[in-house]
């Protein structure tokens, strides 16, 4: 009991607080659900519990440096070795990537689509930390100032990962392709056909919903990104179809694919910025057409960044921008 | 240095919550990860349990607040559940106290059961349910840790005379 200047103020019971405390997490949810109005109290609070981030992501730098050090001469000379007799093969394959380029350039040109460009790539480093239970979420060391945007796509050398969901001051959250609020446009690399990637929340799961029995979708069928929306660039691979059930029951088949993309390995991530592709019926010159433009730490240099995507064709008027779906609606 | 007897009892509670954070963002591999005991719901059920003056909605609220930020999902959403923990844990404390330790175990399991189903609900609310029934292994393996992490931390209270 309190007394403050005649009137007797009952110390809250633990009811009290309980509900008073439960209305403010209904109210700050709400805010910042609905209408993303805590942006900069987040940002503020991120930066200011990110020594804790730090501190668990110790154990893991530790390990990964004890690793190396511990490594054998026999193991490091054999990595050398493969990645010697790889370089040449790589560098090969390349000279042929931009024959294709200036090719495919010529063929849109002569169709009347817009040219190949080129997409600017960066690499990222990870914050070794987990994400929430029930979410696949990547933490990425770089923020506002680097230039990134939320639904900028996130890949790794292998394909697709994600997009980046917030950024920050100091670092960003990226979603994965498999985080249960995740979706991506994405198409049969076979034939074109257009489907869409949801999140399963499984590590290596995305599931393609919506699809009929007549769909020609097979087992194996790689996914690319379509590019409808615009979030994501056209043509990089996604998943891998692994198994399709279909259910005479259901309307729709039940299909499950694998992610390329090595969505469980913490090291660091490539960034993309898509080209800006011009709008349909204008054509460019073959001139216009640019080199990958890549930047890349020197320290960095073991995994090949060469990315090309041609941008995309003409799109569907009615494609909305691509983004973390709320609730999964066709 | 010297610290009060408040101080210290304080920066005790607060460690020990601070390792239960760091511990649930900590990296492990990912099979591994539907198997993640809720460090800090099992922290806070036995500060709530032994020191319910000290520990009590207010803390679980700010520290699910933290893990809020932390794993940066919706503001509020794990300060609700820990705080409904809270809640439970500080009103039925003297009955935590006189169980046993494996029936205190099943108060655990339906506790942090409790906390997930309410952390579901809420993400179902906002389109990020999972498809999994993962989300109810983790009570199974908190309430298996439980009588370990009893030991621990009330040796950490009477070594370090928190009161």
Sequence with gaps: ?330 | MKFGHNTRARLTIAGSFLVALILSILPWPVWTEQFRPDWVALVLIYWCMALPTRVGVGTAWSVGLILDVLYGSMLGENALAKSLIAFMAVHFHLQLRMFPRWQQAMVVLLLVAANNLLVLWIKHLAGQAPATWGYLTPSIVSMLLWPWLFVILRDIRRHGNVN
């Design chain 1, 1 to 330: 009991m309190l007394h403050l200047s005649g009137w007797q103020i009952r110390t809250p019971t633990n009811l009290t607080r309980f509900v008073l405390l439960a209305l403010l997490s209904v109210g700050l949810m709400l805010l910042d659900a609905r209408g993303h109005h805590l942006q900069k109290i987040r940002a503020g609070l991120t930066v200011l519990f990110r020594p804790v981030q730090i501190l668990a992501a110790i154990p893991v730098r530790v390990g990964g440096w004890l690793v190396e050090l511990t490594r054998s001469d026999t193991s490091l000379r054999a990595e050398a070795e493969r990645l010697r007799t790889e370089q040449p093969i790589l560098v090969a394959r390349l000279q042929k990537v931009e024959a294709i380029e200036a090719e495919n350039a010529h063929l849109r040109q002569l169709l009347g689509t817009s040219a190949l460009v080129a997409d600017r790539a960066v690499v990222a480093e990870l914050l070794e930390v987990t994400s929430e239970p029930l979410r696949r979420t990547l933490v990425i060391a770089k923020g506002g100032k680097d230039g990134l945007y939320a639904g900028q796509p996130v890949i790794d050398t292998y394909g697709i990962r994600g997009q980046i969901s917030e950024v920050g001051v100091l670092q960003s959250t990226a979603i994965l392709i498999t985080d249960p609020g995740h979706a991506i446009p994405v198409q049969v690399n076979r034939n074109g056909l257009l489907a869409i990637a949801f999140g399963t929340g499984e590590p290596d799961t995305v599931s393609i919903r919506y699809l009929t029995a007549s769909a020609d979708i097979k087992q194996g069928d790689l996914l690319v990104s379509s590019g409808i929306g615009g979030g994501f660039p056209f043509g990089y691979p996604v998943a891998k179809v692994k198994k399709i059930v279909n259910d005479p029951n259901e309307l729709f088949l039940d299909i499950i694919a694998t992610p390329v993309a090595q969505l469980s390995h913490n090291k660091e991530v490539l960034l993309i910025w898509p080209a800006k592709s011009s709008l349909p019926a204008v054509t460019k010159k073959p001139a216009d057409i640019k080199k990958p433009l890549v930047q890349k730490k020197p320290a960095e240099q073991k995994k090949p960044v060469e990315i090309t995507a041609p941008a995309e064709a003409p799109r569907p008027a009615t494609a909305g921008p691509a983004k973390p779906v709320e609730g999964a609606a066709p």
